[in-house]
């Protein structure tokens, strides 16, 4: 059998509900008064501890025998469940990635203006923005720029080899660049 214990600490002024299991043993009665809320209050759940069913350990073995509880209702709250609605704890979100194409005009020589990695060996990731063509591009498309992560997937029709789009852009000729962004 398997068990999760569930442990709560007792002391002074803490609410807290009963262990949900119990210990028999000379080692029981260790610490007795040391889970007795100073308040007094809380006698309902010492009770329901110390009605919680138990088993002797075999005579000299020294160890506890652990068994569990019957279930207890709990009032208490995960510590998501106390916060403001506002601060709750947000599951993480996907990254979520889309596609884009642009048009660059290397025909005159001018060059691109990106610095790639191209360690996965079939995109080129970028990892600045230098100037060149690049840089002309996002100042005239304010609402359609490159940035620096996003990924060159695609240049006229070569895709999936890092190298072969390396030595493409390479090329004077008018580039059709696909480009991923994941955020």
Same mark, same amino acid.
């Given at each position: &059998?398997?068990?999760?214990?569930?442990?709560?600490? #007792?002391?002074?002024?803490?609410? !807290? =509900?009963?262990?949900?299991?119990?210990?028999?043993?000379? =080692?029981?009665?260790?610490?007795?008064?040391?889970?007795?809320?100073?308040?007094?209050?809380?006698?309902? @759940?010492?009770? @329901?501890?110390?009605?919680?069913?138990?088993? +002797?350990?075999?005579?000299?073995?020294?160890?506890?025998?652990?068994?569990?509880?019957?279930?207890?209702?709990?009032?208490?709250?995960?510590?998501?469940?106390?916060?403001?609605?506002?601060?709750?704890? @947000? /599951? /993480?979100?996907?990254? !979520?990635?889309?596609? #884009?194409?642009? +048009?660059?005009?290397?025909? !005159?020589?001018?060059?691109?203006?990106?610095?790639?990695?191209?360690?996965?060996?079939?995109?080129? #990731?970028?990892?600045?923005? !230098?100037?060149?063509?690049? +840089? +002309?591009?996002?100042?005239?498309?304010?609402?359609? @720029?490159? &940035? *620096? /992560?996003?990924?060159?997937?695609?240049?006229?029709?070569?895709?999936?080899?890092?190298?072969?789009?390396?030595?493409?852009?390479?090329?004077? *000729?008018?580039?059709?660049?696909?480009?991923?962004?994941?955020?």
């Amino acid at each position: &059998k398997r068990f999760l214990l569930k442990l709560e600490a #007792y002391g002074p002024c803490k609410k !807290t =509900a009963p262990l949900p299991f119990s210990v028999s043993s000379s =080692a029981a009665q260790m610490g007795a008064d040391a889970s007795k809320c100073c308040s007094g209050g809380h006698t309902e @759940q010492h009770e @329901q501890k110390e009605n919680a069913p138990k088993r +002797e350990a075999q005579p000299g073995s020294g160890v506890p025998i652990i068994e569990p509880s019957p279930p207890v209702a709990s009032s208490h709250k995960l510590p998501e469940e106390n916060l403001p609605k506002d601060d709750k704890i @947000q /599951a /993480a979100k996907e990254p !979520t990635s889309y596609e #884009y194409k642009i +048009e660059l005009d290397k025909s !005159t020589g001018t060059r691109l203006g990106i610095d790639v990695d191209h360690q996965d060996g079939m995109t080129l #990731y970028i990892d600045a923005i !230098t100037g060149g063509l690049m +840089e +002309e591009w996002n100042n005239a498309n304010p609402k359609k @720029q490159v &940035k *620096v /992560a996003d990924r060159v997937i695609e240049v006229n029709g070569i895709k999936n080899n890092a190298m072969q789009i390396v030595e493409e852009c390479k090329k004077n *000729v008018m580039l059709r660049v696909t480009l991923r962004r994941t955020e």
